[in-house]
C-alpha cells in the first residue's frame, strides 16, 4: 500500500477514534477530539497532493479518498448534531448529496470510469472542514485547555451569533450545489442507466 492510501486508511482510523473520544464523558473530549480532526482533515489534502506530485494515483486512492472523507465529516456533523449545533435536517440533506454522488461514482465505476473530486467537490470539503472545526473549537472552549479562545464566541461583529448561521449555510449551499453540477456534468451516464 503506498503512502497516500496509507494515510488515507488512517483518516478512517483517525475518525472511529474522533468518534469515541467526544462520545466519552471526560474533561478534555472536544479538545481532544478537535486534533483528531484536524489531522484527520490534514490527511485529506496531504494524500492528493502526494499521490498528484509522486505520480501515485491508484484506483484504489480515487474510490477510497472521497468516501474516507465522507465519513469523517458525517462523523462530525453527526457529533456536532447530538451537541445541538447543527440542525438535523442540514445533516441529512448533506449527507444524502453525499451518498448520491457516492452512488454516482460507484455507476460510472462498473462503467469502467473514476469520478474524481473536482473543484467544486473540493470547495464543498473546505467549508464543511471549517465549519466542523469551527463548532468544534466552539465546544472545546468550554474545557480548561482551549478556554482563553471563549471570548472570541462573544464578539459582537465576528461571534457565535453571527458565524455559526452564516457558516451553516455556506456549508449547506456549496454541498447542494456541488452536488448538483456533478450530477449535471455526468447526467448522460445517469439518463442511460435509468
Known amino acids: 500500500m503506498n503512502l497516500p492510501n496509507q494515510l488515507t486508511v488512517s483518516r478512517l482510523v483517525l475518525t472511529v477514534i474522533f468518534v469515541a473520544t467526544t462520545a466519552l464523558p471526560w474533561a478534555y473530549a472536544f479538545t481532544v477530539g478537535l486534533f483528531l480532526f484536524s489531522v484527520a482533515s490534514i490527511t485529506d489534502w496531504l494524500d492528493g497532493k ?3 506530485e509522486r505520480n501515485l494515483v491508484t484506483a484504489f486512492g480515487q474510490l477510497m479518498d ?30 444524502a448529496r453525499e451518498f448520491l454522488v457516492t452512488g454516482l461514482r460507484l455507476v460510472a465505476g462498473a462503467r469502467g470510469a473514476v469520478l474524481a473530486a473536482d473543484k467544486l467537490g473540493k470547495q464543498k470539503t473546505i467549508w464543511q472542514i471549517v465549519t466542523a472545526c469551527y463548532l468544534l473549537v466552539y465546544l472545546a472552549s468550554r474545557e480548561e485547555p482551549l478556554a482563553w479562545v471563549r471570548p472570541l464566541f462573544d464578539l459582537p461583529s465576528l461571534g457565535f451569533q453571527i458565524l455559526h448561521p452564516l457558516l451553516l ?13 456533478c450530477f449535471w456534468k455526468n447526467r448522460a451516464m445517469v439518463l442511460q442507466e435509468m
Not at 67 to 92: H, N, Q, R, S, Y
Not at 169 to 181: C, D, E, H, I, N
Open 169 to 181: 449555510g455556506l456549508t449547506l449551499v456549496t454541498t447542494l450545489y456541488s452536488g448538483f453540477a
Open 66 to 95: 472521497p468516501l474516507a472523507d465522507k465519513v469523517l465529516m458525517a462523523a462530525a456533523f453527526i457529533t456536532l448534531m447530538e451537541k445541538d449545533l447543527m440542525p438535523g435536517w442540514l445533516v441529512i440533506a448533506i449527507l
Open 50 to 52: 502526494i499521490a498528484r
